[in-house]
C-alpha cells in the first residue's frame, strides 16, 4: 500500500463543530486502501501514464500516486510532480477575482467594457451589461462552449476574440448556465489593469503564496517552450513534470498543449498533488484563511442552475444526479441514492490531461485526481476514482464506475465510426471525379480551405496543414483529425461533405469541425 497520509499542522486549528454531520459508512483508512487499488486498476484499464489522487478528511491528508512521468520516462511521479489542471484554473481565478472584490478594487457587478473598452459581443446590450459576475458564473449567454472548435484548431487570441464576437447570443446573460473556456481569459487582462502586474506575479502574491502553494504556477501566455515551461515560476524541482498525452491510435506523448496558453487565466495552471491537497483545503475550510469569510461564503452561492439532459453522461452520473447549480468556479449538485449529499465539483479536460475536483461538506470529505492523459474523450479515470471514493464513502456498492465508463466509451466511440460504415454498405455511392472537387473554399469565420489531388487521392489543406482525405461514400471523405491539429485526438471522427449550393455550378464543403456560426458552409471561390 503506497499512499502517504498526513495531517498539516494549520489544521489543528480548524473548529471541527462546523464540520461533517453525516457519518462515513466505512473507516477512512479502509476507503483510502480501496482507492489506492482501484487507481492502479483504472489507471491500466485507461492506459493513463501516471495518476496522482489526494483525499482529505477531517484535516488529514492522503496522497495516492500511481505510474511515471511519461510513456518516455520510467521515472515515478511523486508529490511534487506537476500535472496540467486544465479547467480546475477556473476555480483559481473565480477566487482571485473575488480576493480583488474583497479588497475593493473592482466589483463583481463591474461590467467587462469598464476595463477591457474594446470587448464586443455580436449583441450590444449584453456587450455593455455582461459583468465579471457573469463570467464567473458562466452565465455570459452564448451556447455551451462556443468558439472551442476555433481554440482546438489552433486559432490565437488575437484570432479569437473577432470570431467570439459574431457567435450568437443563445441564452439569458446572467440567468442561463453557458459553460465557456473563453471568457474566464478576460480575467487575466482585468487582473493586470487593477494590480499593474503581470498576471502571474499578481496570482502568486494574492492567491498562490497565502495558500503556500510554492509548485503551482500559470503558465505564461503563448509561451514557446513547451509543457514544461509552464512551471518554470516553480523554484522547487523545475522539472518535475507529467508530461501530456493523447491518444494517437494508441498513447502518443505530446510536445506541447498550445492551446492552454492562449487563455492562461481560464486553463493554464500547472500544480502538484501536495499543492492540490492545499487548494482543497481552502475550498473545504478556508483555512489558512485567504477570504473573509463572507466572501469565502460567496464561492459556494449558487448563480444558475441547470437540469442534466444527456441519458449516458458520466461527467454527472444519472445513477447519482441530475441536477446542477454552478457556483463561482466550481458546480454543486445532489449526490447519493437514497441518501443524498451536497457535492461541489469541478472537472477540468483538454488535450493532453484530464482532472476533477470534488467534496462534500457533509461528509467533511474532498477528492483531488489529476492525469496525464486526455481529454474526456480518452480518458476519464478522475470520474471513476472519484464516484468510487464517495459510493465507498455513502456505503454503495452497486456500480464498478471504471468498467461502466470504459464500456459507454468504447461503445460511443464504436457507435459513431459504425453509423457511416453502415452507410455505406446499405447505400454505396462512388464519388464523383475527383477534379471537379479541387479549388479553394471560404467560410468567413474559419479562413480557406485549399483540395488538391495528388496521386490520384484527394488532400485538404487548413491553416498550413496538409491531411489525406479517405473515400467513404458518395461525397463523403474522412480523414485524421489529429492530423489536421493538435487539439484532437484518434478518438475525433472527421469528415468532409462536399456538394452543391444553390445550383450546380457553385460547389460548397462542409466539416464536421468547423461547425459553428449562423453559416459554417465554405463555398468554393475558384
Known sequence: MNFIARILAFFLLIPFSVLADVVLKKNIDEIVADVDAYTETTRKSWNVPAIAVVIVHKGKVYT??????????SSTINEHTRFQVMSLTKGMTSTLMLKLAEQGRISLDDPIVKYIPDFKLSNSKTTKTVTIGN??????????????????????????????????????????????????????????????????????ELLFDPLKMSETTYAPQHEKGGMLSACSGAKKLPNEFA???????????????????????????????????????????NHPALLKQAWFDRLRVPQNHYVI??????????????????CYGAMLTPYGKDQKIKLYIQNGAWIGGTARM????????????????????????????????????LGIDDTDWNAVILK???????????????????????????????????????????????????????????????????????????????????????????????????????????????????????
Open 64 to 73: 495516492i500516486l500511481k505510474g511515471t512521468k511519461s510513456i518516455s520516462d
Open 135 to 204: 463570467v464567473l458564473a458562466q452565465s455570459v449567454g452564448l451556447k455551451a462552449f462556443a468558439g472551442d472548435s476555433f481554440l482546438k484548431l489552433g486559432f490565437s487570441e488575437k484570432e479569437l476574440w473577432p470570431i467570439l464576437a459574431e457567435l450568437p447570443i443563445k441564452k439569458q446573460t446572467g440567468k442561463d448556465y453557458t459553460y465557456s473556456n473563453h471568457f474566464h481569459g478576460l480575467m487575466k487582462k482585468i487582473v493586470e489593469k487593477v494590480t499593474q502586474k503581470s498576471f502571474e506575479t499578481a496570482a502568486k
Open 243 to 285: 508530461k501530456p498525452h493523447t491518444l494517437h491510435g494508441s498513447v502518443f506523448e505530446l510536445p506541447n498543449v498550445e492551446q492552454v496558453f492562449v487563455y492562461p487565466s481560464s486553463m493554464g495552471v500547472s500544480s502538484s498533488i501536495e499543492d492540490m491537497g492545499r487548494w482543497l483545503q481552502f475550498l473545504m475550510y
Open 309 to 326: 439532459k444527456a441519458k449516458n453522461s458520466y461527467i454527472f452520473p444519472k445513477t447519482r444526479t441530475n441536477t446542477v447549480d454552478y
Open 358 to 393: 470534488s467534496f462534500a461538506p457533509e461528509l467533511d470529505l474532498g477528492i483531488v485526481v489529476l492525469s496525464n492523459l486526455g481529454s474526456n474523450q480518452d480518458c476519464m479515470a478522475p470520474e471513476a476514482i472519484t464516484f468510487k471514493c464517495l459510493d465507498l464513502a
Open 408 to 526: 459507454h466509451a468504447h461503445e460511443s466511440n464504436l457507435k459513431f465510426r459504425q453509423f457511416f460504415e453502415q452507410q455505406k454498405i446499405l447505400m454505396p455511392h462512388p464519388h464523383e471525379d475527383l477534379t471537379s472537387y479541387i479549388g479553394n473554399y471560404k467560410n468567413h469565420l474559419y479562413g480557406d480551405i485549399i483540395l488538391k489531388i495528388k496521386e490520384n487521392v484527394l488532400w485538404m489543406e487548413y491553416r498550413k496543414k496538409w491531411v489525406k482525405l479517405t473515400h467513404l461514400n458518395g461525397n463523403r471523405f474522412v480523414f485524421d483529425a489529429y492530423k489536421l491539429s493538435g487539439g484532437y485526438s484518434s478518438s475525433y471522427s472527421a469528415f468532409v461533405d462536399l456538394g452543391y449550393l444553390g445550383d450546380k455550378n457553385k460547389h460548397a464543403l462542409s466539416c464536421n469541425l468547423m461547425s459553428e456560426g449562423d453559416d459554417s458552409i465554405f463555398v468554393k471561390t475558384t
